[in-house]
């Protein structure tokens, strides 16, 4: 199987990003935007979810990824990597115009982690992803 390699090193930068904005009382957002499904026939996901555990040690995050009617239909990707302006205008929405709390509008997409949900989120992702694997 071809694994995607995760590379933490731009965690520092992230955190020195962080850091600064919250000196200069800027308000940051970080997101993991979405993926074609078909990415995640090849993904390490212990790997992925690493990064998670470790960039949420940073700063709460919203993460777009994982299995949902967005990930699922190629209409809403310029290719596997690269979301349209549809997907877009969802990301937007769920940052700006809904509570952090709430669930998402389409369902799963665009969770707000943060330390105190990770695990389960990460369970849930994994579960998803793995049984997809099955599937296909």
């Given at each position: 199987?071809?694994?995607?390699?995760?590379?933490?090193?731009n965690?520092?930068?992230?955190?020195?990003?962080v850091?600064?904005?919250?000196e200069?009382?800027?308000?940051?957002?970080?997101?993991?935007?979405?993926e074609y499904?078909?990415?995640?026939?090849?993904?390490?996901?212990?790997?992925?979810?690493?990064?998670?555990?470790k960039?949420v040690?940073?700063?709460?995050?919203?993460?777009?990824?994982?299995?949902?009617?967005i990930?699922?239909?190629?209409?809403y990707?310029k290719?596997?990597?690269h979301?349209?302006?549809?997907?877009?205008?969802?990301?937007?929405?769920?940052?700006?115009?809904q509570?952090?709390?709430?669930s998402?509008k389409?369902?799963?997409?665009?969770?707000?982690?943060?330390?105190?949900?990770?695990?389960?989120?990460?369970?849930?992702l994994?579960?998803?992803?793995?049984?997809?694997?099955?599937?296909?």
């Amino acid at each position: 199987t071809n694994k995607k390699p995760y590379d933490y090193d731009n965690l520092e930068l992230i955190r020195e990003i962080v850091q600064i904005c919250r000196e200069k009382n800027i308000d940051f957002e970080m997101l993991i935007i979405p993926e074609y499904i078909d990415i995640y026939k090849n993904i390490d996901i212990d790997g992925f979810n690493e990064l998670k555990r470790k960039l949420v040690e940073i700063t709460p995050f919203y993460d777009f990824t994982g299995i949902n009617k967005i990930s699922a239909d190629k209409k809403y990707f310029k290719d596997p990597i690269h979301i349209d302006s549809y997907a877009s205008k969802y990301i937007v929405d769920r940052i700006f115009y809904q509570d952090k709390n709430d669930s998402p509008k389409v369902d799963g997409y665009g969770v707000y982690v943060t330390k105190n949900n990770i695990d389960s989120h990460i369970d849930k992702l994994k579960n998803e992803i793995t049984e997809y694997k099955s599937v296909k």
